[in-house]
T-cell receptor, first 111, second 114 residues
Framework: GQSLEQPSEVTAVEGAIVQINCTYQ??????LSWYQQHDGGAPTFLSY????GLEETGRFSSFLSRSDSYGYLLLQELQMKDSASYFC????????????FGTGTRLLVSP | EAQVTQNPRYLITVTGKKLTVTCSQN?????MSWYRQDPGLGLRQIYY???????DKGDVPEGYKVSRKEKRNFPLILESPSPNQTSLYFC?????????????FGPGTRLTVT
């Protein structure tokens, strides 16, 4: 099975850089995804890493180290609208197509 | 517009009264799934489907049923709802396997069972 650990909450100020970590334990691994969810809204896809290294998409980047079973989401030039919950997710190899999410990190951006 | 729709958006019901939450997608996606979201527990997958007539259990399938008779629809059935099924439910779809492709989520259904 899978378990994913994320910090429960992170705070930062506008314009800063913040890193949200995700460590996982899994008997098999395909890749790590990240989703953003604003209060009252639905999760939306941010990124997917299948291979080691950094993937950059605008202000957001995602990193994966398969040997360390670790990944992170990096948010640069923080804006107030980035205040949201962020979830990492992995596909469960033992469950064939099952998808497992972390418990989420709440990011609070202050002026 | 590409989207996943769920109905109803809000539902208050009583213990034991069977209910169905509908989910439909217009993107011709193969993979569909249901999640429940509870405070502090994140998103937990209930059931998923790789294609028509192919469904499998997620992490928390007890008390739920699903069916996939058409590619676009994936209803969630609670045959005898109980208060511990009070939650926020999301349907999602993706082009392929849930972990390898972007999941598109519906707007959510807030269910209260009294």
């Amino acid at each position: 099975g899978q378990s994913l650990e994320q910090p429960s909450e992170v705070t930062a100020v506008e314009g800063a850089i913040v890193q949200i970590n995700c460590t996982y334990q899994t008997s098999g691994f395909y890749g790590l995804s990240w989703y953003q969810q604003h209060d009252g809204g639905a999760p939306t896809f941010l990124s997917y890493n299948a291979l080691d290294g950094l993937e950059e998409t605008g202000r957001f980047s995602s990193f994966l180290s398969r040997s360390d079973s670790y990944g992170y989401l990096l948010l640069q030039e923080l804006q107030m609208k980035d205040s949201a919950s962020y979830f990492c997710a992995v596909r469960d190899r033992t469950g064939f197509q099952k998808l497992v999410f972390g418990t989420g990190t709440r990011l609070l951006v202050s002026p | 517009e590409a989207q996943v729709t769920q109905n109803p958006r809000y539902l208050i019901t009583v213990t034991g009264k069977k209910l169905t939450v509908t989910c439909s997608q217009n993107m011709n996606h193969e993979y569909m799934s249901w999640y429940r979201q509870d405070p502090g527990l994140g998103l937990r997958q209930i059931y998923y489907s790789m294609n028509v007539e192919v469904t499998d259990k997620g992490d928390v399938p007890e008390g739920y049923k699903v069916s996939r008779k058409e590619k676009r629809n994936f209803p969630l059935i609670l045959e005898s709802p109980s208060p511990n099924q009070t939650s926020l439910y999301f349907c999602a779809s993706s082009l392929g396997s849930g972990g390898d492709y972007e999941q598109y989520f519906g707007p959510g259904t807030r269910l209260t069972v009294t």
